[in-house]
């Protein structure tokens, strides 16, 4: 039987084995910008833009699904907008009042504020008033926000499901409570407030799971098949297991349980050394989980997770998108993809992907070799 | 005087930072490292004792804690804050020189990348085991570690980067650095590293821990 690249996902999100192992990776905004040389600005800020770009690339490169990274563009993008200096190809500077972005390329925007902002001092914090009900932002990385248009939260999706006509397994992403309270007091210091003011990190993260939780649930009623939370912070070299159970778990585990209510699947990706966690992560009571970085930026081996955790999740992953696809010869590339296609087929739900994100400069040939490995070696017999 | 350094130690190692610090719960009303540096230098013992008894093995076992994964960044940072604020009682004997610096350690994140915890920390540490620190913040472009390492002669130069978008940032850095100043020794540290990449790069030294650069640091 031969299966559609939705319904391969789905098969092997609901832990069983399609025709062939599903591919889809995620890419990095500047492995993006790289293979499609857009409009930086534009393909950051403008949603359809955006949306042409990812199905583009779920078309050059064969995956099965695609992930929405980033929704709720706002169509009015441009009204804030001062201006838009065109520097060289590639490179953008958008002006806005209070703030400069450097789009390029080659990574992320970079953000120039004109008044440097201060993190919030937690002692000053008034959840109630502070902490927003209604998420109206999503953390990006350091210092980079991309706002959420209320009236066009999930416009991507519906977009994406006309041009694409349902054909591909589409999954959303929103951003763990943890990473939105780091953002607010900064990293440092809220890593300090944990030991320092735990009551009041709990409350705080409560808020936001409720108003996050309110998103995802709504997220599900767009044509998706999975939500991908984001907690970058929540591994091994930041938090110990036993603040991960008390400051993670229990709040993403809240919105999980909301996703899964509603029928769709859900998966954590957190990046880094989380062997110790696979566990407690088991526990959130997420599809599945994602990344699981094999060594130097992790240290799960696959063989050793499915072992684990395999029997109640799926797994998508874990090619280190640095040293497998960047740097490595194309030899040795080849067989580091095979070895995790023949372990990953061997469990019960897996997805061939990058660990995480696949890197700016991954070239489109070693992007390719992807599709090409899955097919040959990643059949499942009948 | 043993038992000041060894009390001062404690403090440090468990991330006591001042008496109305309340970590950790088990030395809650307990005077922390600031208030106990201050005893220490009222009661006669010297502030290169402080130094060499307390702090630097205290910070030494925290960063070999953090290696095993006994302890974790928050720990750390209260351990590296408790550190700082013994660090403010010493500065005087700094400037007047009756305590002399291993040398000067220039850091920074490599340009297009906005994290700085792993810096930060790697900073502390350091500090801690006797070495001035010169902090260039964060998306650091490779003329201003260039001009830094002109600025401090003899200086040893960090980088770091938490993306794996911006190691070439940090390729383009060391490659630039060394071109112009051969002899600069060059650590590069975080996430996505390894010491291949390091060596491929050109850098002297690739940290995985904060330790692992201080170790490097006090042997030369």
Known sequence: ?382 | MEEFTDKISLTVQKGKVDINSPYPPDMKGQPGADELTREALDAGVPANDILNNALIPAMAIVGGLFREKKLFVPQVLMSARAMSRAMVHLKPYFTSGEIKERGTFVVGTVAGDLHDIGKNLASMMIEGSGWRVVDLGVDVKSEKFIDAAREYPGCIVGMSALLTTTMESMEKAVKEMKTLLPAQRIIVGGAPLNAEFAARIGADLYAQTPQAAVSYLNSL
């Open chain 1, 1 to 382: 039987m031969i299966y559609t690249p939705r319904e391969r996902v789905l098969a092997a999100m609901n832990l069983q084995k399609p025709d062939r192992v599903p591919l889809m990776c995620q890419f990095s905004i500047g492995a993006m910008m790289q293979q499609l040389k857009p409009s930086p600005a534009e393909f950051w800020y403008d949603g359809e833009v955006f949306a042409r770009g990812l199905v583009e690339l779920r078309e050059r490169f064969n995956f099965d699904g695609i992930l929405v990274s980033l929704h709720g563009h706002s169509p009015d993008w441009k009204k804030d907008v001062l201006e838009i200096r065109d520097l060289e190809a590639g490179r953008q500077e958008v002006v806005f009042r209070d703030r400069t972005e450097l789009h390029s390329w080659s990574d992320l925007p970079m953000v120039y504020q004109l008044e440097k902002r201060v993190p919030a001092d937690i002692s000053e914090i008034n959840p109630e008033k502070d902490i927003p009900s209604v998420i109206d932002y999503i953390p990006v990385s350091a210092g980079l926000y991309f706002k959420i248009d209320q009236e066009h939260k999930f416009d991507i999706f519906s977009y994406l499901s006309e041009i694409t006509g349902g054909k591909y397994s589409v999954h959303g992403e929103i951003t763990s409570p943890f990473d939105y309270l780091l953002d607010l007091l900064g990293y440092e210091q809220g890593l300090i407030s944990l030991i320092m003011d735990p009551d009041k990190c709990k409350v705080i993260l409560e808020k936001f799971a409720a108003g996050i939780g309110d998103l995802a649930e709504e997220m599900c009623g767009c044509d998706i098949d999975a939500i991908k939370i984001s907690s970058p912070f929540a591994g091994m070299g930041f938090i110990s297991p036993e603040h991960y159970e008390e400051f993670v778990l229990p709040y993403e585990r809240a919105i999980i349980s909301r996703i899964r209510a509603k029928g769709k699947h859900v998966y954590i990706h957190t990046c880094g050394h989380i062997d110790d966690r696979l566990e407690l992560m088991r526990d959130s009571g997420a599809s599945g989980l994602e990344c699981l970085d094999p060594a130097p930026v992790g240290n799960v081996d696959l063989k050793n997770a499915f072992e684990r955790i395999g029997k109640s999740m799926f797994i998508k992953g874990n090619i280190d998108s640095v040293y497998s696809l960047l740097y490595a010869d194309d030899a040795k590339a080849e067989s580091d993809v095979l070895n995790i296609i023949e372990t990953g087929r061997r469990g019960d739900g897996f997805i061939l992907s990058t660990a995480c994100s696949i890197a700016p400069m991954v070239t489109k040939e070693r992007i390719l070799m992807l599709s090409r490995l899955v097919s040959r070696a990643g059949i499942y017999l009948p």
